[in-house]
Each structure stands twice: as structure tokens, then as C-alpha cells.
């Protein structure tokens, strides 16, 4: 947070946190016996504009999923994906019945997840809740880097 472009990435980084926060992705909790708790890592990227100019600072908070064990932090993995062909099909059926159709923001999708897991999450540095250094955070929705995130 040295470099000229600070004010820039902590712009990016209140953002994500921002998003985390209002998406109640998280609560304080003291770590259950016998549980680790993940560690988190934060992940800067500029977007490029096609003339090579900056578009905008990416900040995202990321977990250390590598450290999750098959069977006690997560159960099964995979992506759903769909066509486009498909949700043309569900739009020109929507419209055609008048129903109404709702849409949730593609840049926090992976916060929207709701988790089955109990996961615990070290708190972000620079994000350390003063008075309660000692918590760590019980995920409620899935971060980015979990293995279940895509789920």
C-alpha cells in the first residue's frame, strides 16, 4: 500500500469488503475445539481497457481452499453451467406467459452461495474487528477459493 496507486486499491478493497459485508457472508464466532480455520488472501488485478489503459482496480478476497479436506470441509464440487440458447429459451417463455424474472449481480455470484459446511475463516488483515482479534469467521455463504464455491 506504498506504491502511488494505494488510494486506487484500497478503493477496490472497500468495495469487496463492502460486498461481503452486505451479502452477511460471514459472523464472528470463537474457534470450536479441534477446527483450523482457513486463511484468507487478497488477490489485486487491473482490468484493461482494449487501448491499454486501466479500466478499473480489482480487489477479491480469496480463501486458501487448498487447505479444505474432502469429506470434513466439503463434500462435492462442480459447475453448473448453462448455454445461452437455454436462457433465451427461459426468457422468450417468461415473456411470452408474462412472468417476471429477477436477476442477481454476476460480480458477487460466488457470495450468493449458501454453504452446508462449517468453515472458518482466519479475519482478513487489515479487516481484524477490534476488541475481537481472538474470533475468527463462521462462513454463511461461499468465497472465492473454496472448493465448494462454484457449487
Not at 64 to 93: H, N
Not at 98 to 112: C, P, R
Request: glycine letters at 6%.
Amino acid at each position: 500500500m506504498g506504491s502511488p496507486e494505494a488510494p486506487f486499491w484500497e478503493e477496490a478493497i472497500n468495495s469487496e469488503t463492502e460486498s461481503i459485508m452486505s451479502n452477511h457472508t460471514w459472523e464472528l464466532v470463537d474457534l470450536p475445539p479441534a477446527n483450523k480455520p482457513l486463511g484468507p488472501k487478497w488477490i489485486f488485478k487491473k482490468k484493461m481497457k482494449v487501448d491499454g489503459t486501466i479500466d478499473k482496480y480489482k480487489a477479491r478476497l480469496v480463501v486458501k481452499g487448498y487447505r479444505q479436506r474432502e469429506g470434513l470441509d466439503y463434500f462435492d464440487t462442480y459447475s453448473p453451467v448453462t448455454r445461452i440458447t437455454s436462457i433465451r429459451m427461459l426468457i422468450a417463455l417468461a415473456a411470452l406467459n408474462g412472468l417476471e424474472l429477477h436477476q442477481m449481480d454476476v460480480k458477487t455470484a460466488f457470495l450468493n452461495g449458501e454453504l452446508e459446511e462449517e468453515i472458518y475463516l482466519e479475519q482478513p488483515e487489515g479487516f481484524v474487528v477490534s476488541g475481537q482479534e481472538r474470533k475468527v469467521c463462521r462462513l454463511i455463504k461461499s468465497l472465492y477459493g473454496l472448493k465448494q464455491a462454484p457449487k
